[in-house]
């Protein structure tokens, strides 16, 4: 699951739950939902390291200013 | 006036075109006239489909004419225009067609400020008008950026302060360094193609484009229109990170956000993870809440059942409904002996009507029957003599024979 996906789900699940409109079993199981949530987003928050990838550009021609592109 | 001259005898006379070949010598071989320099303003400027430029140096006394060959004129940084106060390096020129002369013009800068500074304020209000700089076409930062491009030199102090803050505040993030130059105006095609290679790069939310600081030629590059240009068409939001806080370029005018330093620029790009988790902790604990407040609500009928008197004197009802069955069955067994004893008195009516109606009973009286083939006998004319005949008695049967039979 995308991290910000994650955040954005537990925003609405909150939302919902403020809303009070839901049935109690419907509640039970949004919050059940965020909370599985909100532990996998520190679990990926916690375990995050940096990627970086370097691109290679072989672009010789645009050294002289004439790109083909 | 003197009707003629008079001309010294052996004086040399000129043709025209002799005169102006010697002046045009005489001015054109000047040690002093060779490189010179003019300060002036532009007028009557005009642009020939030749590529050569022809305009007027002038001041509050007079007016030279000077050309601008084409070849000449493609190393100038700035625009020329009316109006402008200008220094220029050149020859003197003589055209002997009609006997002018000119100023070949060799350079042309701006008289005062620096050309870089004056294409800059050129280039800058240039591009203002045309509303590359507007609000309006700003684009949004993604809130939490997936994978970040950085455009900047793969060596120095620029990438590594960029890494370490993303890797401080959202190490989530995935970044591309893009390798490009970026000194000097030599690097500008660079910067343009590695703004599209980014655009064309699948999942690239931002753009940072950084370098570190410098003097106005070092940042040149991203002070030329086509980057400017490119910045303007990128369809994924730009960052710009140039030179220290002072230092401004044309991409910073353009990007759709500038920050004073690269690190900076990082600092914009992502959010902090330090936030993010207190917001989890507090989403956490706010849900939470909100739970429980779901589930109290959900007890209030519960509880509002419960206190009713079917609950709270469970035995009420069945205690009713026991003496009901009480009821019920006393009256039941009454009006069942009722039916009984009915019935009974029903019975004996019926039996005593039985009885008197048996014959059996009229037989114990004296009385006989009389049968004939299977039939009682009630008309002695229904009988003859010799007829056989059967008897019942009260106690008995009679087998007999008619001896004789009477009417009445």
């Known amino acids: 699951m995308v991290f ?4 954005e789900k537990i925003d609405e699940i ?21 909370v599985k949530l909100i532990k996998e987003c520190y679990k990926q928050i916690e375990t995050a390291e940096l990627k970086i990838e370097t691109i290679i550009i072989e672009n010789s021609d645009v050294i002289n200013g004439t790109s083909k592109k | 006036m003197p009707t003629n001259i008079s001309i010294p005898i052996n ?32 007028s009557t400027l005009t642009k020939a489909s030749s590529g050569h430029i022809y305009f007027n140096l002038k001041d509050e006394k007079s007016q030279i004419k000077c050309i601008l060959f084409k070849w000449s004129s493609e190393n100038i940084k700035f625009e020329l225009e009316h109006g402008l106060k200008v220094i220029v390096m050149g020859n003197i020129s003589v055209y002997e067609p009609n006997g002018t002369y000119s ?23 240039k591009l203002e008008k045309e509303g590359l700089f507007s609000k309006e076409h700003k684009k949004l930062l993604p809130k939490f950026p997936k994978k970040i491009a950085v455009i900047t030199s793969p060596t120095g102090a620029v990438i590594q302060d960029i890494k370490n803050v993303l890797s401080r505040r959202y190490p989530l993030v995935r970044v591309l360094i893009i390798p490009t130059p970026v000194q000097g105006k030599e690097a500008t095609n660079f910067i343009v193609e590695s703004i599209k290679t980014a655009n064309k790069t699948p999942n690239i939310d931002l753009i940072i484009l950084a370098r570190g600081g410098g003097s106005l030629e070092d940042l040149w590059c991203f002070n030329e229109e086509i980057v400017a240009r490119t910045i303007f068409d990128s369809k994924i939001p730009i960052i710009s990170a140039i030179g ?31 936030e993010i988790k207190y917001n989890l902790n507090n989403l956490l604990r706010k849900s939470s809440r909100l739970i429980k407040n779901v589930l109290e609500k959900n007890k209030i009928p519960l ?13 009420d009802k069945i205690n009713s409904y026991s003496i009901k069955i009480d009821d019920l069955s006393s009256s039941l067994s009454k009006s069942f002996k009722r039916y009984i004893e009915n019935s009974k008195k029903g019975l004996e009516k019926v039996h005593i009507k039985l009885d008197t109606l048996n014959p059996k009973s009229v037989l114990k009286r004296g009385y006989s029957i ?18 056989d005949i059967n008897i019942i008695l009260y106690k008995g049967k009679i087998d007999a024979k008619i001896k004789k039979v009477k009417e009445n």
């Open chain 2, 103 to 125: 100023v070949v013009v060799e350079e042309i800068q701006p008289d005062g400020l620096g050309a870089l500074n004056l294409k800059f304020i050129q280039l800058k209000n």
């Open chain 1, 4 to 7: 910000e996906k994650n955040l």
């Open chain 2, 370 to 387: 009389v049968i004939k083939d299977n039939k009682t006998v009630k008309d002695s004319k229904n009988l003859n003599v010799e007829d």
């Open chain 2, 244 to 274: 220290h806080e002072t230092d401004v370029t044309i991409a910073d005018f353009v990007a759709d956000r500038r920050a004073e330093t690269p690190s900076v620029a990082a600092e914009i790009a992502v959010p902090d993870i330090k």
């Open chain 2, 303 to 315: 509880k509002q059942t419960l206190s009713r008197p079917v609950f709270k004197r469970p035995y």
């Open chain 1, 14 to 34: 909150v939302r919902d739950l403020e809303e009070g409109e839901l049935s109690l079993n419907k509640s039970v199981e949004r919050f059940e939902e965020g």
């Open chain 2, 11 to 42: 004086q040399h006379i000129f043709t025209v075109g002799e005169l102006t070949a010697y002046v045009k010598d005489l001015l054109e071989s000047n040690q002093n006239l060779i490189n010179v320099f003019v300060r002036g303003e532009i």
